[in-house]
């Protein structure tokens, strides 16, 4: 019993200490999540001219992306500072724990979802414009 409770005292306690040594990566995943936002934004604005099903889609991908990176900018900025409450453990793990999920829905979406709205409807992408030659014949048109 002594040992659940050390575990749970580990992941709730407010104020944990600075003795953090994940400060670098974390840092890391927060760059990559908010360069990943920004550059899905310009895939997203290129293929939602002529992708309807990519525009429906995957239209809040890059907003949830950069916001994840400014959520753990903000949680390690407060474990920094050793901010009670939003320095605890538990935080961290539920924002990762989000994060995992968040990509593994988008993962799905392009995988099963995304392949099985293009296959089922093909008018929902919209092919670009394709130059279309008129044939001329000697036969007089129906009418």
Known sequence: MEKVNAFFRYLFDTNPG???SY????????????????????????????????????KNTSKTLVLFGI?????????????????????????????????????KTHRIDYKKEITLNPKSTLKKEVKKETSYSAKKRRK
């Open 18 to 20: 600075s003795d953090f």
């Open 71 to 107: 959520l753990f900018m903000f949680l390690l900025g407060t474990r920094y500072e050793n901010i009670p409450y939003f320095g605890m453990r538990f935080v961290l793990y539920i924002s990762l724990l989000g994060l995992a999920y968040v990509l593994f829905r988008y993962i």
């Open 23 to 58: 400060y670098l990566p974390i840092l890391i995943l927060s760059g990559l999540l908010i360069a990943a936002g920004i550059a899905f934004m310009f895939v997203y604005n290129n293929r939602k001219k002529y992708d309807f099903a990519f525009k429906k889609m995957f």
